[in-house]
C-alpha cells in the first residue's frame, strides 16, 4: 500500500520573512479575515458546478429560500413562509420584504422563479422538481407559485438543500443558458464578491454587502440570522500545505480550511491556534465511476472491486491513525443518520481478496482496456485515497493511466462526455458532504438517470424507482424501508463504491470567534 504524504517538518518551523503581502491599503483599520480554501475558485458559477469551493462562494454570495439548520432541516430563508393548496399540488412561497440584490435593485419572485428553472437544468433533484411541476411562475412582485402535478413534499429540503445549492440570483443572470457561466456574481447575500480584485489561482476577495438584511434568529448552518460581523473576506490559495502551515502560524492567515491530518498534532500544540470539527456532517469517500463507456459501463467490471476495497485503509492514508476522525464499514447513508443501515454491508466486510478480484475482472469480461484515472493531486484527501485505488488497480491488472493533475483542471473535464481516450475520463475519486448523504433526495450521486444525471452518468431503472417512492414517502418507517432497499440496490448497480467516513478538522487563530458549525460560512464569525 502507497505510503500516506509526508511533510518536512523543517519547513514548518516558522516564517522567516511574511509570505504575503499586506491587505491593500483600503482594507486598513478595517474587520480583514484572511482564509486559506481547500481548492483555488476555479469557477465562479454556483449552479454550474458542484465543487465545494465554488458553492462555499456562492453561499456568500448568494441566498437561498429555504436553508438547511443544524439538524439538516429546511427553513424558511428568503422565504418568509409559504402555504400549500389543492391537496399539495399548488406551493405559494412569500418572500420576506426587504430583500435587495448587490447592484441595488429588488428581489421579486420573478428572480426566484427563473433561478429554479436554470438550477433545475443541471441538479438531479431539481430535473425531478421540474418534471413533476406544471409551472414555476410569479403570482405577484413577493408570492412565488409552483404548482404540480402531483404532491412533492420534499419541495423546501429541495430548493434548501446545501450541495448543488438553488441560489436565488438576478432574473436577467438566471436566464443564462446553463452551458453558460455566469461570471457576474450579483447576489443578494450577506458578501459582495469583488471581482476587480480576483487573482485566478491566487486570491478571490468578499466585503460585506451592507444592505443584507438578516433573519431574527440565531444562526444555524444555512438558516438562521446571517448577521455579517467582518468588513472583508480574503481567499488566499495556497496549495502546499506547509507553506499554509506556516502563514497560519506566524498570523498571516487566519484561517485554514483543511490542514493535513500531518499537521494536526502541531498546530493542536500552538497557543494561539484552534483545531476544532465544525462540519459535523462529515464527508464519505468514494470511487466514481465513468458508466457511460468500456469497461465501467459493465456493472459486473465496477463489482469486481467490492473484494478489494478496506475502508480503513482508505480512512487512515486519508485523516491518520486518529480513528475518533474516521469510521469504516459504511455504506450509501451518512452513520449515524436516521436512513443508515447495513444492507448489502457483507460486500464490504467480508474477507478482502485482490485475487477475488482479479477473478471477478476476468468473468466479468475486462480484456484490458486503457483505464484513465484522473485526480486531483493538489486536494489532499481525493490524493491519498487515489493512491490507494490505483494501486488496487495496478495489482489486480488493469491497464492504468494514472493522471495527476490541478483541481482547476480536474473539474471542468469531470463534464466532459467523451471518451476516455479522447479528453474524457474512466474513473476518479471524491467525496461526498455528509450533509447530503442523509437523504437520497439529496445525493445526485445515488442516481440511476444515465445521461441525465450527474457527473458518472449511473443508470439503474430500479433505483430511480425508489428514489421516486421516496420523494412521496411521509411515514419515516417508509422511508427507512425504502432507504434500506436502495442501499442492497445500490450494491448491485454501484453508482459509486464507498470508501468510508470521515471528519475534516479546521485550524483558526485562537481570536476568531463564532464561527457557524457547518462548512466554511463568514457570517456570524467575528475577528477580535
Known sequence: MPQRRTVLKSAL???????????????????????????????????????????????????????????????????AGHTVEDNGLTWLITL????????????????????????????????????????????????????LKKPFPQLPFALG???SVCFIMPERLARTDISTQVTEMVGSGPFRFLAGERMAGQRAVYEKFTGYVPRNEPPSFMAGGKVVKLDRVEWHTIPDAST??????????????????????????????????????????????????????????????????????????????????????????????????????????????????????????????????????DLPALNAMSEITADMFRRTGINLDYQPLDWGTVLPRLSSRNAPDKGGWSVWCNYLPGVVAVNPAGNSFMRGIGQRGPVGWPTSERIEQLRDSFLVATEEAEQKRIATEMQRQAFQDLPYIPTGFYYQPTAHRANIRNIVDGFPVFWGAEKT
Open 13 to 79: 518551523a516558522a516564517a522567516a520573512a511574511p509570505l504575503f503581502a499586506p491587505a491593500i491599503s483600503h482594507a486598513q483599520g478595517r474587520s480583514v479575515l484572511k482564509f486559506i480554501p481547500q481548492s483555488d475558485l476555479a469557477l465562479l458559477d454556483p449552479v454550474q458546478t458542484t465543487g465545494l469551493t465554488t458553492r462555499n462562494h456562492g453561499a456568500m454570495v448568494f441566498d437561498t429560500l429555504y436553508g438547511l439548520d443544524g439538524n439538516f432541516v429546511p427553513q424558511p430563508q428568503m422565504a
Open 96 to 147: 420576506r420584504p426587504g430583500l435587495t440584490f448587490h447592484d441595488g435593485t429588488p428581489v421579486l419572485a420573478r428572480d426566484a422563479a427563473a433561478s429554479i428553472e436554470r438550477w433545475c437544468r443541471n441538479d438531479a433533484l431539481g430535473q425531478t422538481l421540474r418534471a413533476t411541476a406544471d409551472e414555476i411562475t410569479a403570482a405577484s412582485d413577493s408570492v412565488l407559485r409552483i404548482r
Open 161 to 163: 438543500k446545501a450541495s
Open 244 to 377: 499554509a502551515a506556516a502563514a497560519l502560524q506566524s498570523g498571516e492567515m487566519d484561517w485554514w480550511e483543511q490542514p493535513i491530518p500531518d499537521l494536526l498534532p502541531m498546530l493542536k500544540r500552538s497557543r494561539n491556534i484552534t483545531v476544532a470539527v465544525k462540519d459535523k456532517g462529515g464527508y464519505l469517500g468514494m470511487i466514481r465511476f465513468n458508466q457511460l463507456h468500456p469497461p465501467f459501463d459493465n456493472p459486473a467490471i465496477r463489482r469486481a472491486f467490492l473484494a478489494g476495497i478496506n475502508q480503513s485503509d482508505y480512512m487512515t492514508a486519508t485523516m491518520g491513525d486518529d480513528t475518533s476522525l474516521w469510521q469504516d464499514k459504511v455504506g450509501f447513508f451518512t452513520p449515524g443518520s436516521p436512513l443508515a443501515n447495513d444492507a448489502g454491508m457483507e460486500a464490504l466486510t467480508s474477507p478482502r481478496s485482490l485475487d477475488r478480484v482479479k477473478r471477478a475482472l476476468e468473468e466479468a469480461g475486462y480484456k484490458g482496456e486503457k483505464v484513465v484515472f484522473i485526480v486531483p493531486s
